[in-house]
């Protein structure tokens, strides 16, 4: 029993369970099953592995493994190895609960606990990296309260909050 403990937690066991998750991941958005993915997907793939890098940071990662004529299509064998280091070196992790509150309670100049919709789409689209109408629309469907029409922030940012694996 200890010998396949020390197995299933020596370094190539962990290489190899990270580098399945990634294969799994890129697989759901290789519609063509020809180890290709869009390039506007792949910040859906590295953020379904847990990672959130910055657009800036997203636009870095892109450009280390698009091909020297860009193709709109990113390789899976190219994609592997750069996103096998990051999730090792665990880099681009989720900002933790209580740091996601209190950059709401910063927007929060009254301290109601709350955000109204035209509030945080004021500040979602013209400060920092704007969101996109899309994007905004997304964070509002999970973000606000149907029946009391504004952002219970606390509550939100429980859900942003992705679990540490």
């Known amino acids: 029993m200890a010998d ?4 299933e937690n020596s370094p190539d066991a962990m290489v190899a369970d990270i580098q399945k998750k990634i294969t799994d991941a890129f697989d759901i958005f290789d519609h063509e099953s020809n180890k290709t ?10 953020r379904s ?14 450009a280390e493994i698009e091909e020297e004529e860009p193709t709109g299509y ?9 996103m096998t280091r990051v999730l090792m070196e665990r880099r ?14 910063v927007l929060d100049v009254e ?3 709350y955000l109204l919709p035209e509030e945080l789409s ?8 704007p969101f996109t109408a899309e994007e905004l629309e997304e964070m509002l469907s999970q973000a606000l ?12 940012a429980s859900l942003m909050a992705a679990e540490e694996t």
């Open 145 to 156: 309260d149907p029946e009391k029409g504004y952002i219970p922030y606390k509550d939100y």
């Open 74 to 82: 990113i390789r899976f064998e190219k994609f592997l190895p750069m």
């Open 4 to 7: 396949t403990e020390a197995k």
């Open 37 to 46: 993915v869009d390039v506007r997907e792949v910040g859906t793939i590295i």
């Open 49 to 62: 592995l847990g990672c959130c890098p910055t657009e800036a940071e997203l636009h870095d990662m892109l």
């Open 111 to 113: 301290g109601k606990g």
């Open 122 to 129: 004021k500040y979602m689209t013209e400060e920092g990296e």
């Open 92 to 105: 681009y992790k989720p900002v933790p609960e209580d740091q996601i509150v209190r950059a709401f309670q």
